[in-house]
Structure formats: structure tokens, C-alpha cells
């Protein structure tokens, strides 16, 4: 195992993520994580573009290899109580899209 238990990344760049609130979903991962005491074991870190453009705000979470869109505060709040803590998935915010870009139409990153 890493460093890290959990690594989560937010897509805070691009043309569609930080409009929907990316940058603010990132910072209440980050206070949540602190928190709940997880700063040892868990890392927030900023992403660049995923290339799902609009389906943001972009989470996803390793090694689990979970992605989540749409996320927006109260989402990052329960990531960390329920999947990051609970290590259950937070299905209202899953995202399942073949691999590969899935932007969607007129939705594009810088």
C-alpha cells in the first residue's frame, strides 16, 4: 500500500468543473477529511481536465478506481462519510461511462 489509503481528485480546471463549483466542492473535501481526523490516510488533490466535460463537478477516488459526478458539497460531505470512512459508494453521484473521453456536446475543456 502507498502512502495514502484513499487519493481523491477534483477536476478544478477546464471550462465546465470550476463553473459548476469545483473549486468549493475540493475545499469542503479537504475540511471534511481534516474533520474526520483522515489527513494521515487520505489526499485531496486538484485535477486537471478529465475529459468528461460536462458531468462535473469530476471526483474520483483511488485505488478504488470510483469516479462521481456531478458532485456538489453536500456530495463531497457524504464521499468522505460514506465511501472514504464507511467504504460504501455513494451512488446518487456514481459515474459509469464507457472508457475514454465522454464529454458532451459543446461542453470542452481549455
Known amino acids: 500500500m502507498g502512502q495514502y489509503r484513499h ?3 477534483v477536476c478544478t480546471s477546464g471550462k465546465t468543473c ?4 469545483s473549486v468549493e466542492v475540493h475545499a469542503t473535501l479537504k475540511k471534511a477529511v481534516a474533520a474526520a481526523g483522515l489527513r494521515d490516510t487520505v489526499r485531496v488533490n486538484h485535477a486537471g481536465c478529465m475529459s ?3 458531468h462535473g463537478p469530476m471526483v474520483v477516488v483511488y485505488p478504488d478506481d ?3 459526478a456531478a458532485v456538489d458539497e453536500a456530495g463531497a460531505k457524504r464521499i468522505v ?3 472514504l470512512i464507511g467504504g460504501r459508494v ?3 453521484y456514481l459515474y ?4 475514454g473521453d465522454n464529454k458532451i456536446e459543446g461542453a470542452e475543456s481549455d
Do not use: N, S
Not at 470550476?18 to 463549483?21: D, N, Q
Not at 459509469?96 to 472508457?99: D, E, N, R, S, T
Open 81 to 83: 462519510a460514506e465511501h
Open 52 to 54: 468528461q466535460c460536462g
Open 90 to 92: 455513494v451512488t446518487d
Open 96 to 99: 459509469v461511462a464507457p472508457p
Open 66 to 68: 470510483v469516479w462521481y
Open 18 to 21: 470550476p463553473l459548476a463549483g
Open 7 to 9: 487519493h481523491v481528485f
